[in-house]
């Protein structure tokens, strides 16, 4: 009995296929049966159909300044899409009526200032971020820099547009991207200067302030 036991167990072995022929099958049935996008489909890639890099996508927190005011109130927050037409929002939206200026948080180059669908639009590219490199971008604003221009931290490149803004109440749109990806452009900011309030005067020599 046990030696029957022994030889049918032998020649299941051989004739069972090999493991990596399974995974292979398997993965393909998968596919063909609309159980999950492949490798090759971009909405399940890192990168995915929107442009969007996966989470551990590292940015580098190198701004030095807000693009507008001293810490603006963020009106709506970075949403990635899923898919690339899908509901999101990719960006941020900062509170800054027509007029405020609008300024580089980082050290860049303009590689673009011009209008885009009616709408006034900057995008700086980011020095010493790799390649491609990260790129933020400003709308709806006035470009007060030509393309091609270095700009440093903290520089004026234009102000915000009267119209333009998809926002209910005066905003700028600030992106971020690397190639075709959209990130968190909060993302570039360090925490002394994201959590950092208004500047308040303090009473100097126990005068009380009026």
């Known amino acids: 009995m046990r030696l029957a036991l ?57 701004a030095r300044t807000w693009p507008v005011g001293v810490r603006p109130r963020v009106l709506r927050g970075w949403e990635p899409p899923a898919t690339v037409y899908g509901p999101g929002h990719r960006g941020v939206d900062l509170a800054a009526p027509p007029g405020t200026p609008v300024r580089a948080v980082a050290d860049g180059r303009v590689s673009f200032a011009g209008r885009v669908a009616g709408k006034g639009v900057v995008s700086v590219e980011l020095a010493g971020t790799g390649d491609p490199p990260l790129r933020t971008t400003y709308e709806p604003v006035r470009a007060s820099v030509p393309r091609g221009t270095e700009v440093k931290a903290g520089e004026v490149i234009g102000t915000v547009e009267a119209g333009g803004s998809h926002c209910t109440a005066p905003c700028v749109h600030w992106g971020l991207l690397r190639g075709g990806a959209y990130l ?27």
């Not at 996966?54 to 580098?60: G, I, N, Q, T």
């Not at 950092?196 to 126990?206: A, N, T, Y």
């Open 6 to 62: 022994v030889v049918a167990l032998t020649v299941a072995a051989l004739l069972a296929p090999p493991a990596s022929r399974l995974f292979a099958v398997g993965v393909g049935a998968g596919a063909g049966l609309g159980e999950g996008a492949g490798a090759g489909d971009p909405a399940s890639s890192p990168v995915g159909a929107s442009g969007r890099r996966a989470a551990d996508d590292a940015v580098p927190a190198i």
């Open 184 to 210: 968190d452009p909060l993302s570039l900011l360090p925490p002394w200067l994201l959590h950092r309030g208004p500047s308040r005067l303090l009473p100097v020599l126990g005068v009380p302030l009026p």
